[in-house]
């Protein structure tokens, strides 16, 4: 097993727009993930993992953690833009994330750079000579995943599928490949028989970091900030599917 | 909507009355998606944005309500602060619906509020949805004053509320089972008339004879004052089944006509039941089945003759 905690390269340089005040968050998986940037520096990271009851606590913890990150960061009139994990993920838990960015938005007229939530999992293990296969539990016996270059290209735009058939899409293009993020943990018996390598669970990098998030976020061109965001679903609602593989009205 | 599945409480004490400066208000517990603007108990501006997706489904789906609270809230409030002429920074509170209603669709709505009010350290205040109802009836340009008795039936919920202040209500009567409007838009399904059923139901019903069918009235003995419609729901899936390939539609007019009647006496007679207990001086009518007018029509009767006792 590749031992996450000894990798080799450092986090890419950002562009010079990194002179900026962010405050990012994500909940999309079961974590509350938020943090600030300044100047390209990490002033404020927090995880809050899910209650006792194994419940996320998205709803009950996201505002206060947020509010503390962006007076960390100098305070709401200061933050130059927020970072939101778009998904996929849990459909709550993107929608809890994006209407809280959107409620702050139209508040303080802030920009919001949506991220996606796959790439800022890739983000801290990016490097020379590597693919990087972000994976979420998608549950249903299935994983989100994408695809991701040495410097964080997209490779794969993010999809939903089984674990099964992860090897037949992504195909070799000879560059060492690594599966990292909770859907990595969560199906390794299975990556590992595709011959996929992973991380192990006790990896840092298999948890999505607001570092990432605000990094992601800083690299969002000013003229791509958007209100709303769109939220990255992946799939369509039961209700539809039924409807249309039947032909006739699902009970709600 | 089931009853007490929200995060809120209830009855709560706060009413638009008591806010002078101008109030942002919220509501996405169930498929419209809506935001309003007040000054005290004027309304500056009020928009809604039904979710007309759901009548493919025949009903509300949560997921897709939700999908929809998340694109249409942002816009919906822009909308709203925008025609009552008022930018955030003049805002006093904000007030979004805690609950009852769907739990992913209430989400929306108050992860939005709670965010809009943070940064400016507004006052947030999470707000009953039936207390909603309620003081809708405070508002202004023909507010009514309490005591007044508040009938409320919706596809959510179904309840007769005694009002004796702004602050709150009480709770004398509700349904046991389906709501009115649940049991109005099932009924429509039944007769093929697509979702929502309340109004093709309430016209179809017009071309019907209301005493071809015989229906139940629900509770009629029962000297409590609590609804109950899943019997008649029940009575008239045993009639449509009686009938042969065809019959249905030969005998629709008329099913609705008895199924709307019945409807409308439970409501009613529950009504003039809780007026005769305790004298109620007035009475005010609210949630989406409040747009039937056979429903309107008898009401006004037993209010007329309430205010006249
Ligand atoms: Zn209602």
């Given at each position: 097993m590749f031992d996450g905690r000894s990798i080799p390269f450092a986090i890419r340089s950002l562009p010079s727009s990194t002179a900026l005040r962010i405050v990012g968050f994500d909940t999309a998986t079961d974590d509350t993930v938020v943090g600030a940037f300044v100047d390209g520096e990490t002033v404020s990271k927090k995880v809050i993992p899910p209650g006792p009851d194994g419940r996320p606590v998205h709803s009950e913890g996201l505002l206060e953690a947020v509010t503390a990150a962006a007076a960390e960061a100098g305070g709401w009139p200061r933050i130059d833009r927020i970072a939101v994990?778009?998904?996929?993920?849990?459909f709550t838990g993107i929608r809890i994330g994006l209407a809280t960015a959107n409620g702050i938005a139209l508040s303080t007229g802030i920009g919001l750079a949506g991220v996606s939530t796959l790439a800022a999992l890739a983000r801290p293990v990016l490097g020379p000579g590597q693919e990087i296969l972000a994976l979420l539990d998608?549950?249903?016996?299935?994983v989100f995943a994408a695809l991701y270059g040495p410097?964080?290209?997209?490779?794969?735009e993010p999809f939903v599928c089984g674990p099964d058939e992860l090897a037949p899409r992504i195909g070799d293009s000879g560059a060492g490949l690594r599966a990292v993020g909770p859907g990595a943990v969560r199906f390794s018996d299975e990556l590992d028989r595709a011959g996929i390598a992973t991380a192990g669970p006790?990896?840092?990098?298999?948890h999505l970091s607001a570092v990432a998030i605000c990094e992601l976020g800083a690299a969002v061109d000013s003229e791509q900030l958007s209100n709303p965001l769109e939220p990255t679903y992946l799939r369509v609602p039961d209700a539809q599917l039924w409807l249309e593989r039947d032909g006739r009205k699902a009970s709600p | 909507m089931a009853r007490g599945s929200g995060p809120g409480g209830r009855?709560?004490?706060?009413?638009?009355?008591?806010?002078?400066?101008p109030a942002l208000a919220i509501e996405t517990s169930c498929d419209d998606t809506c935001a309003a603007v007040l000054e005290g108990p004027f309304i500056l501006s009020n928009v809604i944005s039904s979710q007309a997706i759901h009548g493919k489904y025949g009903g509300v789906v949560p997921e897709v309500a939700s999908r929809h609270h998340l694109e249409l809230t942002g816009p919906v409030i822009r909308l709203a602060l925008e025609q009552a002429e008022?930018?955030?920074?003049?805002?006093?509170s904000i007030a979004v619906t805690?609950?009852?209603?769907?739990i992913g669709a209430l989400l929306i709505g108050l992860s939005t509020a709670k965010a809009m009010a943070a940064p400016r350290r507004l006052p947030l205040i999470p707000t009953d949805h039936l207390q909603g109802h309620v003081a809708a009836?405070?508002?202004?340009p023909d507010p009514i004053e309490p005591p007044f008795i508040c009938l409320i039936a919706s596809g959510g919920h179904t309840l007769l509320a005694g009002v004796r202040e702004h602050g709150g209500f009480e709770i004398l009567g509700e349904t046991l089972d389906d709501a009115a409007g649940e049991a109005i838009d099932k009924a429509a399904r039944m007769l093929g008339l697509?979702?929502?059923g309340g109004p093709a139901l309430e016209k179809l019903a017009a071309e019907g004879?209301?005493?071809a069918f015989e229906f139940p009235i629900a509770m009629?003995?029962?000297?409590?004052?609590d609804f109950s419609f899943s019997g008649l729901k029940t009575a008239l899936v045993y009639r449509c089944r009686d009938f042969?390939?065809?019959e249905i539609e030969s005998n629709r007019a008329d099913l609705a006509a008895g199924f709307q009647a019945a409807v409308v006496e439970q409501l009613v007679s529950k009504l003039k039941r809780a007026i005769d207990l305790e004298g109620w001086p007035a009475v005010a009518l609210g949630g989406g089945?409040?747009?039937n007018g056979p429903l309107r029509r008898a009401v006004q009767v037993s209010a007329a003759n309430a205010a006249s006792s």
């Open positions: 994990g778009t998904g996929p993920g849990t998608a549950h249903r016996g299935e410097a964080g290209q997209i490779l794969l006790e990896a840092g990098f298999n | 009855p709560r004490r706060v009413t638009v009355g008591e806010l002078t400066l008022v930018e955030v920074p003049d805002l006093d805690a609950g009852p209603g769907l009836n405070f508002l202004e697509g979702y929502p004879d209301p005493g009629s003995r029962d000297p409590g004052l042969e390939e065809g089945v409040a747009a």
